[in-house]
């Protein structure tokens, strides 16, 4: 079946630093990859799209890259700060399905 | 400001009860999905819809129905609940699958059955 991972280890960082969010997704690449942020008890909300054809992408202070060699998109913010604090989720279309990662929590201290 | 909705925000209710969850949307999106989360756990795909009077089953299987009736409108029901029913249901609309396009989330129903 298709799975998409992510690391479910939270992340923590100092404000200032980049992070780096990683997705994994198994068997055929999808056509395009889509990154969203998920605040506790709110859904999530849509951040990056990057298409299999585009190598990386860039909103921002936000950066995400598309590996179909790897299967692999990395996620990206750069000069972090504590509001980027929140989860991180990855997701694919499968056919009409819209399915969702495991999502990394990241935290970012002062 | 995604406008998509979903009502009630908050839901205590009854074992046994039968409750509908609304959702609405003025977008006129073909595609809509209903997930289940539990508290910091993933987003599990329970129902989609990708269009009127379509409507199929997601990869977490759920006691719960839905119906496509209007474009705009997709509610689930569950006839009897249970405790097990316990979570959080986040309704969400998309454009053309095809293209990729982003999904919009309501703010969701938190439901706890008692």
């Known amino acids: 079946s298709q799975k998409i991972e992510q690391n479910s280890e939270a992340l923590n960082i100092q404000e200032g630093k980049t992070a780096t969010l990683t997705c994994n997704y198994t068997n055929y690449s999808p056509a395009y990859l889509q990154w969203y942020r998920q605040d506790p008890g709110r859904g999530p909300v849509f951040l990056l799209l990057?298409?299999?054809?585009?190598k990386e992408k860039r909103k921002e202070r936000l950066k995400v890259t598309f590996d179909t060699t790897l299967k692999q998109s990395l996620f990206h913010i750069t000069a972090s700060q504590p509001a980027d604090s929140a989860t991180y989720l990855c997701?694919?279309?499968?056919?009409?399905?819209?399915?969702f990662g495991t999502g990394t929590r990241l935290q970012v201290f002062p | 400001e995604a406008d998509i909705y979903q009502t009630p925000r908050y839901l205590v209710i009854g074992t046994g009860k039968k409750i509908t969850l609304e959702c609405s949307q003025t977008?006129?999106?073909?595609?809509m999905y209903w997930y289940q989360q539990d508290p910091g756990m993933e987003l599990h795909l329970i129902h989609y819809?990708?269009?009127?009077?379509?409507?199929e089953k997601g990869d977490l299987s759920s006691e719960s129905t839905v119906s496509r009736i209007r474009t705009e409108h997709f509610p689930l029901t569950l006839e009897s609940a249970r405790p097990s029913h316990t979570s959080q249901y986040l309704c969400?609309?998309?454009?053309?699958?095809?293209?990729?396009?982003?999904?919009?989330f309501g703010q969701g129903t938190r439901l706890t059955v008692v």
């Open positions: 990057i298409r299999e054809n585009e």
């Open positions: 969400a609309s998309s454009g053309q699958a095809s293209r990729g396009t982003e999904a919009f």
């Open positions: 997701a694919r279309y499968l056919t009409d399905k819209l399915i």
């Open positions: 819809s990708y269009g009127v009077n379509s409507t």
């Open positions: 977008m006129g999106h073909d595609k």
